[in-house]
């Protein structure tokens, strides 16, 4: 069809660790259903991770969502920062508690660096609550490097350890 934008497959982290931290997520997996130029969504399964960074907080749940989309990703990313504040996210300081953290983490092949978005997310390949439901959804992902994403896993610190919670 003539004007039609050409649709990309993206994948998002879900992240909270406050309040009920599981509805949070299938909220927001609510509402990027029905948010225009979205589509398709394909959740992982849920996992628990401990916090890091400022490590005096509850435990995150997270996941991560594949989604078709006709939006570019500046749109994406600001549909993800809208989504956010509908749930009620209060930004703290870095690596602090959330209620939700919805992060771009890779938009079809595309590669950016600008201030605010940096695609693929700039720690996605350090982070095994990421890397552990990115595998569900994509068993055969290879980091820009070329290195399957269960040996990026095996090498990862065993404190970084995740929890599967729910099918």
Same mark, same amino acid.
């Given at each position: ?20 931290? *599981?509805? +949070? ?24 991770? +401990? @916090? ?6 509850? !435990? ?21 920062? =809208? #989504?956010?504040? &509908?749930?009620?996210?209060? =930004? ?6 959330? *209620? #939700? ?11 950016? &660096? ?5 695609? @693929?997310? !700039? ?9 552990? @439901?990115?595998?569900?959804?994509? !068993?055969?992902?290879?980091?820009? *490097?070329?290195? @399957? ?14 929890? =599967? =919670?729910? !099918?």
């Amino acid at each position: 069809m003539v004007g039609e934008a050409e649709a990309f497959e993206a994948f998002v982290g879900l992240g909270a660790n406050l309040g009920d931290r *599981e509805a +949070a997520i299938r909220r927001a997996l609510d509402l990027l259903a029905a948010s225009p130029g979205i589509s398709g969504l394909r959740p992982s399964p849920i996992y628990e991770s +401990a @916090p890091i960074g400022y490590v005096a907080q509850p !435990p995150f749940l997270n996941a991560v969502v594949a989604v078709m989309t006709r939006l570019g990703t500046l749109q994406l990313f600001l549909a993800l920062q =809208r #989504i956010e504040s &509908q749930i009620g996210r209060t =930004r703290t300081f870095r690596w602090g508690p959330r *209620e #939700i953290d919805l992060d771009l983490l890779l938009f079809g092949n595309v590669s950016i &660096q600008r201030r605010g978005l940096v695609v @693929p997310h !700039p720690a996605l390949y350090q982070r095994a609550f990421v890397l552990a @439901p990115l595998r569900d959804l994509s !068993p055969t992902h290879h980091d820009p *490097e070329g290195r @399957p994403i269960d040996d990026i896993l095996s090498s990862l610190d065993s404190r970084s350890e995740v929890v =599967r =919670r729910s !099918p």
